[in-house]
């Protein structure tokens, strides 16, 4: 137990999400808590985490979200470890919100992305039919996120784009898609920036400069492809070439990278695979399996087009981790929680207010 490495999960305490700050200390060696100074609180080890409050052993848990997130159905994991089916659904829901904390803390940050994959998914449900938006980085091959939703519309393509955006910095960046018409105009609408003049009023939208769209629509006859035609809907195509090639080397344009993740996802995410009995009942279900598969693809699986020389992960070759976690590191992640910040009163703050600014905020 390394107190320097934790921090206070209390959202009520100045002093949550920080670190090495020297306020958390050992509570109890057995039991495995720990105290914060500040609030003096305990807390559990495991406390925020996909693992908290578990009765079973938390290497039972992990090789069983790992067989989850690798395909295995529900049924033959009960059948092989005896667990009641409501138990590994909760463990799934756990490691699905784990999935997307992980996800949004270390993924959702602005990096140069080179070229951007984007595609959808239909998914058949218990009852009716629901979309998978999903978005990938080519370069390194890094699952960006992804969006479920009833139906195949605007406002879903906007949130996957709204999830590129918060992992995108202000660098060149093409975005290949199919022919979806909703991806021009939500592309358009969320990479822009406010431009502040001073003045009263709303501020003027201004687009990214260094943007480009290109598309790639199939026409089929009788479910299969006769035709491929290719369009460059933002920038010059010499502008769209050289991103490319810089981000997948030879070839043209095109969304096969996105379309090799697709069937990973179709692989593992038993409600995925065409023509299974493996029905999802909500979508929330879908959404939670999503995540779990993604981190675990981004974190946890080494990518073989990545590196022949050692085993590297998406996350690796994109520079936010520097080794290949195991499942028990992803469900035992602390997500730190935002800083405090001072509540709004009138008046000038009190002293203790005023310590405590100046301890926590400084």
Known sequence: MDPTTVFCPNRHCPARGQTGQGNIGIHSQKEQRFICHECQKTFSATKGTALYRLRTAAETVSLVVTLLAHGCPVQAIVAAFGFDERTIAAWWARSGRQGQAVHEYLVEQPRALGQVQADELRVKKQGGIVWMALAMMVTTRLWLGGE????????????????VRRCAARRPLLVCTDGLVSYIRAIRETFRDPVHT???GRPRLRPWRHLFIAQVVKRYERRRVVATERRIVAGTPARVETLRRRSQGGGVINTAYMERLNATFRERLAPLARRCRALARQTLTLHEGMFLV???YNFCTPHASLSQAQQTTPAMAAGITDHCWTMHELLSFHVPLPRWTPPKRRGRPSRALQRLIARWCS
Request: charge should be positive; proline fraction near 5%.
């Open 198 to 200: 001073g003045k009263g």
């Open 148 to 163: 479920v939703s009833e139906q195949r519309d605007l406002p879903l393509i906007r949130r996957l784009i709204e999830r």
């Open 294 to 296: 993604g981190t675990a």
